[in-house]
């Protein structure tokens, strides 16, 4: 015996059930079905915004019965079947009759007379039995129809806010003998753990893209070179349902508003900052983080933040950092739906122009059993400017701090965590080193750790010194591989 649903858009095979071991399907659902007025559901698999509460809302279960595609139940003439159908989740909105069960579009010989209400169905309940006068008449295996299916039924559920599932039973109606059983289950429906009818997805298509802005190294890093970070746009989601069947659209949208936090603002000007839809609201130009909104969304709206750089006496050094934001969006009152929450996401990297080294991580202070040295070489006569950017610090001083570099000796410089430290102005305990080179000509550089061990132990940490991603930064976003290895 097969069922199509159409509350649920995965196709799955049978169970075996029953004396004549014959086989139930469940196929995605029939297209006529018996009409349920008033609603606007359609066919096809149901998917309701995760931001309602189903908790009393009324939808259509509809389904196809027939023998498995290619079989027939072969029960014999003059066989009364019974179907008992039960589901959770939901009682019935109304009683059931007659009308409710109808021979499927093309079936040749199965009849209305044929098929009928037995039992139960009632208004609050959760089972219904439907009687097959002639289980023989009613299981063509014709391919015409939409696999063998012989008969539809529908009835209209209020939800209670739970999972929705359903199970059915097919059995002789003399002697109660199953002739075939099966539940709706996962996409094989090989007898996994059983699946919810109703899916449920957010309202929110929300995408981002990742940018990078480069500070300049003329005028002491004040300016930008690239002031772009990423993007990110709100959309309604795509086929997912408001209450009344209808789709979610951008019109349901209310309010936007995108939270982008910096690590540290020196040089920023905040509420200069613009995101194309989303309209700053910054009270200063040290807010942080800074608010970008969209109210009375009428459509879909994206931007991509632009960084604006303090000026004239205002202007100072802009320090490398990753920015990431997070959001909310409010929808209409009338779509019946909660705020959508958008959880933080990184949407771009400030780097300085030069060379940046991935990740060195764990790297320990001078109070460290272990000392860390790192080796740069492809340098020029003289030194270039220098930071250090500490993240994941144990001692709470992530930042980036500025470091001077010896004269290169023969192109090379060595640093120690000894040195970070001093930049850094403290025992950082341990954290994620990253070095720059603050001199756009410096393609060549390359930057490597060794690690030396109180017993004299040397260590080049193998892959850490290869680009990938073994010294790819906290960020999402894979190591930048600029200079060559790290």
């Known amino acids: 015996?097969?069922?199509?649903?159409?509350?649920?858009?995965?196709?799955?095979?049978?169970?075996?059930?029953?004396?004549?071991?014959?086989?139930?399907?469940?196929?995605?659902?029939?297209?006529?079905?018996?009409?349920?007025?008033?609603?606007?559901?359609?066919?096809?698999?149901?998917?309701?915004a995760s931001e309602?509460?189903?908790?009393?809302?009324?939808?259509?279960?509809?389904?196809?019965?027939?023998?498995?595609?290619?079989?027939?139940?072969?029960?014999?003439?003059?066989?009364?079947g019974l179907l008992e159908v039960t589901f959770s989740g939901g009682v019935l909105d109304r009683s059931l009759d007659d009308d409710d069960i109808e021979p499927a579009s093309g079936a040749a010989s199965c009849t209305d007379a044929l098929l009928s209400v037995d039992s139960d169905g009632a208004a609050g309940q959760n089972t219904v039995t439907f009687r097959i006068?002639?289980?023989q008449v009613c299981d063509e295996a014709q391919s015409a129809l939409n696999g063998d299916e012989n008969f539809v039924f529908a009835f209209p559920v209020i939800l209670d806010g739970t999972d929705v599932s359903v199970s059915m039973t097919l059995t002789r109606a003399s002697n109660g003998n199953v002739i075939a059983t099966d539940t709706w289950e996962?996409?094989?429906?090989?007898?996994?753990?059983?699946?919810?009818?109703?899916?449920?997805?957010?309202?929110?298509?929300?995408?981002?893209a990742t940018g990078t802005a480069t500070v300049a190294t003329g005028a002491s890093f004040t300016t930008f070179s690239d002031s772009t970070l990423g993007a990110a746009q709100v959309a309604a989601a795509a086929s997912v349902l408001l209450a009344d069947g209808s789709a979610v659209v951008d019109g349901d949208m209310d309010d936007a508003a995108l939270f982008c936090t910096f690590d540290n603002v020196t040089g920023l000007e905040q509420d200069g900052h613009s995101f194309g839809g989303f309209a700053n609201a910054a009270t200063d130009e040290a807010s942080n983080p800074v608010t970008f909104a969209a109210t009375g969304l009428a459509a879909s709206t994206s931007g991509t933040l632009v960084l604006s750089p303090l000026t004239g006496a205002d202007a100072a050094p802009i320090r490398a950092q990753d920015v990431f934001c997070s959001g909310s969006v409010s929808w209409d009152t009338a779509s019946g739906l909660s705020d959508t929450s958008i959880p933080s996401f990184f949407i771009g990297r400030i780097r300085r122009e030069g060379v940046q080294s991935g990740l060195f991580e764990w790297t320990g202070d001078s109070f460290a059993a272990t000392r860390?040295?790192?080796?740069?070489?492809?340098?020029?006569?003289?030194?270039?400017?220098?930071?250090?950017?500490?993240?994941n610090s144990t001692n709470d001083m992530d930042g980036e701090y500025d470091i001077t570099l010896s004269?290169?000796?023969?192109?090379?410089?060595?640093?120690?965590?000894?040195?970070i430290a001093s930049a850094v102005g403290g025992a950082f305990g341990r954290a994620d080193v990253q070095i720059a080179l603050h001199d756009s000509a410096l393609g060549g550089a390359v930057i490597r750790r060794l690690l030396v061990g109180t017993n004299g132990t040397l260590t080049d940490f193998g892959n850490e010194n290869d680009d990938g991603d073994s010294n790819a930064p906290t960020a999402p976003q894979a190591n930048d591989g600029l200079g060559g290895s790290n």
């Open 407 to 419: 004269t290169p000796n023969n192109g090379e410089v060595i640093l120690t965590n000894s040195d």
């Open 133 to 135: 006068a002639d289980l």
């Open 52 to 80: 309602l509460d189903l908790d009393g809302v009324t939808v259509p279960l509809e389904f196809d019965v027939g023998a498995a595609t290619g079989t027939q139940w072969a029960t014999g003439a003059n066989v009364e």
């Open 186 to 208: 996962s996409s094989s429906n090989n007898g996994a753990t059983d699946e919810a009818l109703i899916d449920q997805a957010s309202a929110l298509a929300f995408s981002t």
């Open 372 to 391: 860390s040295v790192f080796r740069i070489t492809g340098l020029g006569a003289t030194a270039p400017s220098a930071s250090v950017i500490l993240t």
């Open 1 to 48: 015996m097969k069922m199509n649903k159409l509350l649920a858009g995965v196709a799955a095979a049978a169970l075996m059930g029953g004396a004549a071991s014959a086989q139930i399907e469940i196929y995605q659902g029939p297209t006529d079905a018996p009409d349920l007025s008033g609603a606007p559901f359609g066919t096809g698999n149901l998917v309701f």
